[in-house]
């Protein structure tokens, strides 16, 4: 790497987002998802963690062969099974990646792996080794980096780089390190290894401080070359450095943060809408760059100044991210070619079949609502395209409610089957949901949230519901959008049972997380 101001952007939201506590993404999600980063400028994805699951294979394989621009990687422990599953899982990728890892620190070692430091530095020499064999790119990450024994850690980095790994990643596996101490790692561990020079050296910052994006950039300026980051920051406990903050941070103070990126500033919106739609997860809404109050501004003496000069209270513009305002576009008289010029000018390209299922539900919308905004037409195709996939889908909701019992009637397509329910309950939704569970009988989830939020303004405003669901340890989220609040809650429900079955097949490992 010879330009030393160019950054490269290392996409973890496939792998390590997914391990957020109920995200889960099924194969057509995660080709969603990976074209986007692609049209974002994303330098490298990772894919999943190929021995996880059969379902983590297929897909990680499927984002490795569509895949056209990014390096395409994925995660694998020191065995040999491992690395072979990686590799067999990106090997038709026109540029693979294997990413193998270890702990290093005296914790991990002894507790985790019940391993001595020499065993350990056996494992590296062997496992990076054997990537190298397959592949020409490797990565290598001592896990829980930033609690290791710098001599040890040290000796690590030199025996991968000596066996073939192109890439060193030092994580701060459970958030613990500050920005001086982060950065100090770095500086040390360039200065005193001997081939430091022959890698590329990258950061992986988890969040449990609040630190990540302000450790992954006291990295950079320490010597890193490449950063490991996700989508909104989504993630193991409290997440990952958000991607979009540090490509922001480095644009918008190039003038202390010397270095760019290949980042696309202006996808970065779109991209954060469709990890949210197909995770589940809300932004919360000051969440930098792309919570709904990153631009608000509700003060007079703010507002005053706004109308002055933007620049006065906005250190980017909306505009930047991809952000559009909130306008009047659409309505019950408008055409096809309309709403396709629209969904192109917001970002989105549909086949026939999507366009005319988004198309129908536009106009069903428009029906029933007075004004149609973007958030209404970006909520709902983002439920469109996310329910295109699904094996349980919703069909018909019928409700009778009010001073009695509730009642519904639900007709699910299933597997390509329409079933119909009808059932009581204490209330509507309690109705309605018992009428999946009569449907699709998963007798062990259990309803651990359910969320609703409206899109825009007004009575008529089109309803956004979240559901959690939990089984055995594993909880999945679900999302819906409707104008009718219980019609996108059978839709979120059902989004959510959907991914439970994804995840029903992922067999627990042992270890997952490199970072």
């Known amino acids: 790497m010879t330009d030393q101001t160019q950054i490269l952007i290392f996409d973890t939201t496939l792998r390590d987002g997914e391990q957020s506590p109920g995200c889960s993404m099924n194969i057509e999600e995660k080709l969603q998802v990976a074209a986007q980063l692609e049209a974002m400028g994303v330098d490298i994805i990772e894919a999943g963690f190929a021995i996880a699951s059969q379902g983590d294979f297929d897909a990680t394989s499927a984002v490795a062969k569509h895949c056209t621009r990014a390096i395409v990687a994925s995660l694998a422990r020191a065995g040999a099974k491992d690395i072979e599953r990686a590799w067999e899982a990106v090997r038709h990728a026109k540029r693979p990646r294997i990413h193998t890892f270890i702990a290093t620190s005296p914790l991990h070692m002894r507790v985790k792996l019940n391993k001595s430091p020499d065993e350990v530095l056996e494992a590296v020499e062997r496992s990076v080794r054997l990537a190298r064999k397959l592949c020409d790119d490797v990565e290598w990450s001592a896990e829980d980096a930033t609690r290791s024994e710098p001599d040890f850690l040290a000796r690590c980095i030199e025996t991968a780089i000596r066996e073939g790994a192109t890439t060193i990643n030092l994580p701060d596996t459970v958030g613990y390190a500050t920005p001086e101490t982060y950065g100090a790692m770095f500086r040390d561990m360039i200065a005193r290894v001997p081939n430091a020079d022959r890698a590329i050296f990258s950061t992986h910052c988890h969040n449990d401080l609040g630190l990540g994006v302000a450790n992954t950039l006291a990295a950079v300026a320490a010597g890193a070359r490449q950063v490991e980051s996700t989508i909104n920051g989504i993630g193991e406990r409290a997440g990952n450095a958000a991607i979009e903050e540090i490509a922001m941070a480095m644009k918008v103070r190039a003038d202390v943060l010397p270095f760019r990126t290949g980042i696309v500033a202006t996808e970065i919106t779109r991209a954060s809408r469709l990890v949210s739609g197909i995770t589940g997860f809300q932004v919360q809404p000051n969440k930098a760059i792309v919570g709904a109050n990153a631009f608000a501004h509700e003060s007079g003496i703010h507002q005053d100044g706004m109308i002055k000069d933007a620049s006065t209270y906005e250190i980017m513009t909306p505009e930047s991210v991809g952000l559009t305002h909130s306008n009047l576009v659409m309505g019950k008289h408008s055409g096809r070619a309309a709403f396709r010029q629209k969904l192109e000018e917001m970002g989105y390209e549909l086949g026939d079949n999507a366009f005319q299922d988004a198309f129908d539900r536009f106009k069903a919308l428009a029906d029933a609502k007075k004004s149609v905004f973007d958030e209404d037409i970006l909520a709902l195709v983002d439920d469109e395209v996310l329910r295109g996939h699904d094996g349980i889908q919703v069909r018909e909701v019928e409700i009778h409610c009010g001073t009695g019992p509730a009642r519904a009637i639900l007709t699910l397509l299933v597997d390509g089957v329409e079933h119909t329910a009808a059932t009581r309950g204490n209330g509507p939704v309690d109705a309605l949901f018992n009428a999946i569970r009569a449907l699709v009988p998963h007798a062990g989830a259990v309803l651990e949230r359910y969320e609703v939020h409206a899109v825009t303004g007004g009575t008529d ?55």
Request: net charge positive; aromatic share 2%.
């Open 461 to 515: 405003a089109q309803a956004e519901v979240s559901v959690l669901l939990s089984e055995d340890g594993r909880t999945t989220r679900g999302r819906g959008a409707h104008h009718d609040t219980l019609v996108a809650s059978a839709r979120a429900y059902a989004n959510a049972l959907n991914k439970l079955i994804v995840k029903r097949g992922r067999a627990p490992v042992d270890a997952v997380a490199a970072g």
